[in-house]
C-alpha cells in the first residue's frame, strides 16, 4: 500500500543544518515502499545559503518558506527540486469592515487566551484552562481562515490594531503581575514574536495539490512544524502524525534571563506555545515521543495516553561495529567525553570530578572530543575549560606542548589523530557523560553500541537509555562522578560485562530497522482507519476530453429528448425548446436536483 506523507520540517530536513535532518533523511531513505511531499520552514539565511542535502528520488516535491523576520531576506530563490513555499498573494491587502471585524475578534480571543497564563498542563483540568484552550483553538482557526480566504494575516498582525488589542489583554483583569507589567515596547515585541509564530498560517500550501494531497502530515516537530499539519486536517481531514524527540516547550519555560526579549514577553510565549501544544496534542491520531522523558512533558500538556507511542530514535549501529565487537576495552585508564561544547554539558564540573580522579589515580588521563565550534557561545566557554584545566593541573600544563604531558587533552573529531567518531569512542575505557540538560543523549547510545562501560548523569532520558548497563550519578556534583569514574577503571571485569550488556541493549533498542518497523506500521494504520476525505468540487469538463461515465444522463438517449446544452445566463430560450432543469446537466445526482426551494441542506 503506498502512502503519500507530507513531511512538516522547522529548521531542519531538506537543509544541509538544522536539527532532525539526519533522522528524517533516514526515514525517507528507508521507506521506499512510500512517497514523501516536504514542507519545510526555514530558520535563517544562512540555512537558506547553504542549500539542501541530496534527496532521494522518492520525495516527490519540496516547498519551504522562511520564518526569520528580516524582511529585505524574506524571499528565496525556487529550487529545481519542485514548487518553492511562499506567502499568499494579497499580503498587503487591506481588509473590509467585515474581515477587521473578524480579525479583531479572532485575534482577542487568542491573545486573550495567551495573556490568562492558564496552566494547560495542570492534573485537574479546571474550567479556566478548558476555556482558554478554547478561546485560543477559536483565535487560532478563525485567523487561519481568514488568512486562506483573504491572503496572509502579515499586514495586520504587525498592526497598530494588533498592538492595542494585546495591550488591552494585558492589562485585563486576572493576568499575572509579570504579564500586567508589560509596557509598550514589550507590546510591540510581542506582536512581532506573534506575527513569526504564526507566518505558516500565511502560506499557501492549504491547496488541493499542497497539503490537501497526501494521505497523512507527519510533523517531525512540535510547534511550528505542527502548525501546516493542524490546518491540513481542519481544511482537508488529512490525519496528523507528530514526533517529537526533544522538548522545545521545555526551552520556552526555560528561557534565559538575559534573553533580549523582556520577562512579559518571554512569559507571554511560554503561554503561547503551551497553548499551541496541547492544541497539537488534542487534534494529533497518533503522538510519537522519542523517550519517556518527552512523554511526561507531552502528557502534562494534554497529550492522551491512548495516542501516545514511545518510538526511539534510529541510529546507525554499523559505524560503531568495529569497535563494539573488540574486547580490549579501549585505554584502560582512560576517560572519554564526547559531544558539542557548550554550557549544558558542564565541562566545569567533569574537569573538578576528574581532578579527584587523578588523587587517586595519577596514571588516568581524560580525552574531551568535540565537535567544530561554530557559534561564538561555544568558542567563548571551551577558552574557559581549557583555562580552568590549566589551573587544576599546573604542572603538567607547564609542559603542554609536550606530548602526552598533560592528562587533560581537548580534541576535535577529523584530525589526522582522530579523523573518525568511532575511535574517538575506541580511545578509552569508560566514557563520561557530564550534563545538567539533555534531551536524548545521542553520545551516550553510541557509547553504547561499541560496548563501552558509561558514567552519566541524571538528566532528561539517560536513566530510561541506559537502564542497568552503566553509572548514572546527580547532575552538578563531581565528588559523585569522580567516584563513579574511579569505581569502573579499578573493575576492568565489570567494565567489559557493562561495555556488553550496554552493546545489546542498544542493538536492541536503538537501530535505525526498529525506528522504521515502527513508522512502517504506523503509516499503514493511520492510512489505513482514516475516515473518508470531501472531494472537491468537479472541475469543469474539457468537451475534447475523454468520455467521463455517468456524464450524460440517460434522458439524454430517449429519442424526441430536448437538447442538453445549458443556457447562458440572461440568454433567450429558444423556441419551441424547452429549457433543460438544472439537475439534468452534468454528471450531478438527480436526486439532488429534486429538492424544493425551502429544503435545506443535508
Known sequence: MLVRIGLLTDGGYPYATGESRLWCDRLVRGLPQHEFDLFALSRSADQEQQGWVRLPDRVVRVRTAPMWTDEDDRRHAERPRGLTGRLATGLGRSYGRRDRRRFTAHVTALVGAVC?????????????????????????????DLARERGGLQTALRSETAVRIVEAACRAPGTGRTVHSATVPDYLAFAAELERALCPLSLDWYEEDGLGAVDLCHAASGGAAALPGLLAKRFFGVPLL??????????????????????PVRALLANFHGLLASEVYRQAAVITPGNTHVRRWQERFGAGRGKLRTVYPGMEAERFGAVGEEHDGGGP????WIGRIEPAKDLIALLHAFAEVRRTEPDARLRIFGAPVQEREGDTYLAHCRALAAQLFPDEATDAHAEGD???????????????????????????LSSVVEGFPISLVEAMFCGRATVSTDVGAVVE??????????PRNPRALADACVELLRDPERRARLGAAARARALELFTVEQNLAAFRGIYLDLAGHAPPRPTAPA????????????????????????????????????AGAPRVPSWAIGGESVCAGARGAGDGDA
Open 406 to 432: 598533560n592528562p587533560v587533552t581537548f580534541e576535535e573529531i577529523g584530525g589526522p589523530e582522530v579523523p573518525d567518531l568511532a575511535e574517538a569512542y575506541a580511545a578509552g575505557g569508560v566514557v563520561v
Open 465 to 474: 537509555v541506559v537502564g542497568g548497563t552503566g553509572l548514572v550519578v546527580p
Open 242 to 263: 507528530v514526533t517529537e524527540h526533544g522538548m522545545p516547550l521545555r526551552a520556552h519555560y526555560l528561557a534565559a534571563p538575559e534573553a533580549a526579549l523582556g520577562a
Open 116 to 144: 490568562a497564563g492558564a496552566e494547560t498542563g495542570s492534573e485537574t483540568d479546571g474550567t479556566d484552562a478548558g476555556t482558554a484552550r478554547g478561546l485560543f483553538a477559536d483565535g487560532l482557526y478563525g485567523l487561519a
Open 539 to 574: 472541475a469543469p469538463r474539457d468537451p475534447d476530453g475523454p468520455p467521463r461515465p455517468f456524464a450524460t444522463p440517460p434522458e439524454a438517449h430517449v429519442l424526441g429528448a430536448p437538447s442538453l446544452e445549458p443556457v447562458a445566463a440572461g440568454a433567450p430560450a429558444s
Open 333 to 336: 585508564a582512560t576517560l572519554v
